[in-house]
């Protein structure tokens, strides 16, 4: 028997989603149901090869999976060592996995005001996955780390041909990171973003900031600034947080989307956790092509095996 | 790692289903093959987290998944402790838990008499599954267990809001259930069924009645009275049994559709059995639009993991 | 909890495949993205119940499973004892089991000389798996085995009934093999195969014919005999080897199909490797209207966990 390892996440519960549906069953509100296997094996003198495979998001409301039950999330195989670690295959981006933390409530896919506005935290310059990735983090260096990642064209009408490189440095309370992105095809979308975060012990608080400098002359797509706020506090087993989003456009700075979201979450072990949450958008300005003014909350449970 | 179990099932063999195929080799004939993760962590105080991803049916002719390989038999979340127990997401209905037990070779779909008309045992007021379900169970009162549920409209055309409440009671070689069923939507199908078994050790008897209220007009569908009635008896590691199933219409009630099912198992182990059975279905009068007149059998394996 | 195995394999890494797409990452080039599960129930005396499903292949590059994620490699039920293994379902044919270990490059899909000329040693006769098998295979007697499969017509239009026989006999560092096949629709696609291998430690050597009977006049497919050759060399953890493949065509025998494969292979553990290969094809003569005058290299790393 080798040692692979089956994980996974399910969430479900009652709300109204931005959008205008009814209250209802709603799924992967605060997190992303999904399965997936991955494994380490040691290959001696410290090297090791690693693979994971992912599949989801799974809508427990009907049972169906995103991708088409596809390994759409992870399919990688790589390796790791005293040289770092290099992964190849589809994965998430290197802005996913350096600014996804500074979404103080796990970047939910449903109360999010990140997300709300499209600038979620852990993939506004680009999808938060990549197809067809080769990408290489180094060692943690007493809290400094650097990935890049190059994506070759795929062949795909969606996924393109992408650069990207970020840094995350953590001391202490203190997190930060910033990534460049530069996607090399017809869109020619390209980018920054910086965020940081500290815990104070009784309040943590975070702030980020995203530059993009597509040169698309559409009237709500691409060219702007965004900027997001956030305040969390652990309160026992509970956790409530409020975050704050603002998109503007380069061609029009005065109409921009704002967002809004309130949150609770109480945790009743390390893998399973209550949630509550609201959310606020008004995107009057079409800045995204959105919500317009829209309002959502649910409640739920988020169960990790 | 966690404590994820997984489960499933493989039905294989030769034979020839309803609907005139050629004699060849079958699958899904006495069980359904299928795949599965399932896991409960403990919370403390009695209260645990649940969850199952299950995925179905598998046809081993030639491997394809039902539902495009999503999860689509058991996709849920939930909680159960002294409470009672919760699931929230796409699951069976209380009816096909509380009823199933009373078709006496486990609803099997190549030759069950009651499956044959349309009647399942499981499901004839509805799927036995059912989306977007918040499904409530009580505990176990001295073999005493109520189990409700209620669908909001998940946005399908196929699955609409409804809502079951199923009674079951087991005591010493007897057990009786009971469902009411209301489907809120268009079709407006309602109806009851009861059921009762009982266990005299050398045999099992078992007697179904199910009631459908639907006020549908066309001449075929809705709004009828069903039967069933089956004798099993075990042999050392041999199960015999014989189930008959009828089935009228409230327009015309002579015109019923009947059929009767024969069935064989040999019990290799607790997981693993060798199974014979054959069925003969009279549906001339379309009550269910079916098979007129025709007869199956089938021989196979079915194995549990 | 079950016996259930989960296993799999991962293959990606950089390269250029036949066909004249850019260099880019390349997946399954030197051997299949797969995820399984399998077990096996001690029924007592000798008797198991076995069973296998089986996903792929996993395109790394973007996470695609083929078939749409079912399990179209493997989904199959049986019995083994003494008597030798009875399987029924889908699964590799006969040939698959028997021939594929003539190609000693592990019938890679990116670089493998058979495979570039439809020539491939698992499966030129047909497809390397048979849906609806009813597939038995002789105990080992002292090297030698015999399978034999028969499959009822499924009714799908790209796998129809057919039967084969193959027969394999290991004695010291000599393999040898056969295969004969028919199929009974439509194609009348008839052949056999034999092939042979010889491990003298320090080199394997192996030699593969085939001869396909179906008679179909279309210019450039069946009727024609097939030969394959390779030689590989383990130095250490290394394995270096040659392969070369020819095909003809009975109704014009001079303008063959040629191929060539040269690869390197690293273990970096039994279950891990990198590999490195490249592959030269000249089918002007359009004898399996593929690739005309082609090259092909890759490099990578394959993981089974």
């Not at 989801?56 to 409301?61: F, H, K, V």
């Not at 009408?157 to 001391?171: G, R």
């Amino acid at each position: 028997q080798s040692n692979v390892v089956i994980y996974g996440e399910l969430d479900a519960g009652i709300g109204q989603r931005y959008s205008g549906e009814d209250v209802g069953m709603i799924s992967n509100y605060a997190g992303t149901s999904r399965w997936g296997l991955r494994g380490s094996e040691d290959l001696g003198n410290g090297l090791k090869a690693n693979f994971n495979f992912e599949s989801g998001s799974i809508e427990l409301g009907d049972g169906s999976v995103g991708g088409s039950g596809s390994f759409n999330r992870q399919a990688w195989v790589g390796l790791s060592g005293s040289f770092g670690s290099l992964m190849v295959g589809r994965t998430t981006t290197p802005q996913n996995r350096v600014m996804g933390t500074f979404d103080l409530n796990g970047t939910a896919d449903g109360s999010s005001a990140l997300k709300a506005i499209g600038l979620a935290a852990n993939g506004n310059l680009g999808g938060s996955r990549q197809n067809a990735q080769v990408q290489y983090a180094t060692p943690n260096f007493n809290g400094l780390q650097l990935r890049v990642a190059y994506a070759t064209n795929d062949n795909t009408e969606t996924d393109k041909a992408f650069a990207q490189a970020a840094v995350s440095y953590k001391t202490g309370g203190l997190t930060i990171g910033g990534v460049i992105h530069k996607k090399m095809n017809d869109a020619q979308r390209t980018g920054y973003a910086l965020g940081a975060k500290y815990d104070f012990g009784s309040i943590v608080v975070s702030g980020f900031y995203t530059r993009d400098e597509t040169e698309d002359t559409r009237t709500n797509l691409g060219g702007g600034d965004g900027f997001g706020l956030g305040i969390a506090a652990p309160i026992g087993a509970f956790t409530v947080g409020l975050q704050a989003a603002y998109l503007n456009h380069d061609n029009n700075a005065v109409d921009g989307a704002t967002a809004y979201e309130l949150f609770g979450n109480y945790s009743l072990s390390k893998r399973t956790k209550l949630y509550a949450a609201a959310g606020y958008v008004n995107d009057e300005a079409e800045r995204r092509g959105g919500y317009k003014e829209d309002t959502t909350f649910g409640i739920g449970i988020l169960h990790k095996f």
